[in-house]
C-alpha cells in the first residue's frame, strides 16, 4: 500500500511517499481503507519533533480518518466489514496518511451520513478539542458569556456553534475575512482581532474566554482581566501559558484534546442533525501532503484539508 511517511524529524521535505505491506490488525484493533486524513497544525510539530509526543520512526502522520472497514482484530465487537466510520487516532502510532490505516475499535464510531465519507476526516479531533474546552474545561452553562479568540478558525466555528446551541452569550474575535461565517455560526457579537484590542472591546465582565489563537501574552493577560470572580480562562496554545488570578479565584486551564467515543458520537448526531457542519476548504491527494505541511509551516493553511489517499 501508499503510505506518506517520514524516517527523521525536520522540515516538510521529510516527508517521503512510500509502498509498505499493507498492516494486519491485532486485538482490539480495526483496519480501515482510509477515504480521508484531516490536515491539522500539530502534524507540523510532531514532524519537526516540537511537541512532546513519543512517535516511533518511520511514522505516518495524520491522527483524524474517515474509512470503511476492512477486517477486525481478535475481541473487536460491534463493527462489520463495509462500516464506515472516523476516529480521532492516538497521535503516538502511525496515522492515516496511507491506503490502509489500523485504529483502536475504541476510537471509532460511525461515520455521519449526511457529508462525503472523506469529508468526515474533518471531525474528530477540532469537534472533540472544541466540546471539550467548552463542557470539560469550562463547565459552560446556559445564559452564561463567553469570549471565544481565533472564532474563525475551524476549532472556533465548531465552539461558536456549540456554545449558542448550550445558549451562552458568544463574543468572537476573529479576522474580516471570517466575519460572515462566525456571524453565521450563531456570534452575538464579532471582534476584528486586527483593528480593534478584544479586552478594550468587551467592556462587562464575562465567564469564560476560550483562546484559540496565537494570541500575544500581554494581550492574553488583559483579555483574562475581563473574566469574572470565579470564572475561568481555557485555551489550546499549549507553547504559551494561560494566565490565571488566583486572588479572584480565576482558573487557568490549556486544553489538551482527548479521544472520546461518546462524544464523538454526539457530534456526529449533531452534524447528521444539521447543528453542526464539516467544511472542508480542500481535498487533496496523497502524494500532495508535504506541499500541504510547508503551507502550515508557512501560516498559509485556512479552513480545514483533508488527504484522500484513495482519490
Do not use: C
Not at 477486517?71 to 466489514?81: E, I, K, N, W
Not at 464506515?84 to 485504529?103: H, K, R, S
Not at 465519507?117 to 471531525?123: C, I, R
Request: hydrophobic share 45%; no cysteine; glycine share 10%.
Amino acid at each position: 500500500m501508499k503510505t506518506m511517511r517520514f524516517f527523521e524529524t525536520g522540515d516538510p521535505s521529510v516527508l517521503t511517499l512510500d509502498d509498505v505491506e499493507t498492516p494486519t490488525p491485532g486485538a482490539g484493533q480495526v483496519s480501515l481503507r482510509v477515504a480521508g486524513a484531516g490536515v491539522n497544525p500539530a502534524d507540523n510539530g510532531i514532524r519537526f519533533g516540537r511537541l512532546p509526543i513519543p512517535i516511533t520512526l518511520p511514522h505516518t502522520p495524520g491522527y483524524d480518518v474517515s474509512g470503511t472497514v476492512v477486517s477486525l482484530g481478535d475481541g473487536v465487537t460491534g463493527f462489520a466489514q463495509g462500516d464506515q466510520v472516523i476516529g480521532f487516532l492516538p497521535m503516538t502510532d502511525d496515522g492515516a496518511a496511507a491506503e490502509y490505516v489500523l485504529a483502536p475499535a475504541e476510537a471509532l464510531v460511525p461515520a455521519p451520513t449526511s457529508v462525503a465519507l472523506a469529508d468526515a476526516a474533518g471531525l474528530p479531533s477540532v469537534g472533540l478539542t472544541a466540546w471539550q474546552a467548552l463542557f470539560e474545561y469550562a463547565d459552560l452553562q446556559a445564559g452564561q458569556r463567553i469570549v471565544i479568540a481565533g472564532a474563525g478558525g475551524v476549532v472556533g466555528l465548531h465552539a461558536v456553534r456549540l456554545a449558542k446551541r448550550a445558549g451562552a452569550e458568544v463574543i468572537a474575535t476573529a479576522s474580516s475575512r471570517s466575519f460572515s461565517a462566525v456571524t453565521d455560526a450563531g456570534a452575538d457579537r464579532v471582534i476584528d482581532h486586527t483593528t480593534t484590542s478584544a479586552a478594550s472591546a468587551v467592556d462587562e465582565p464575562v465567564d469564560v474566554v476560550l483562546n484559540l489563537a496565537p494570541i500575544g501574552a500581554d494581550e492574553f493577560v488583559a483579555l483574562a482581566a475581563r473574566v469574572r470572580d470565579g470564572g475561568v480562562v481555557v485555551s489550546t496554545t499549549a507553547w504559551m501559558a494561560t494566565p490565571s488570578d488566583e486572588t479572584r479565584g480565576v482558573r487557568g486551564l490549556t486544553v489538551f484534546v482527548r479521544s472520546d467515543r461518546d462524544q464523538l458520537a454526539e457530534l456526529v448526531r449533531l452534524v447528521d442533525a444539521g447543528e453542526l457542519r464539516v467544511d472542508i476548504a480542500e481535498r487533496v491527494p496523497l502524494a500532495a501532503l508535504p506541499e500541504v505541511h510547508a503551507r502550515l509551516e508557512a501560516g498559509q493553511v485556512h479552513g480545514k484539508i483533508v488527504v484522500t489517499p484513495g482519490a
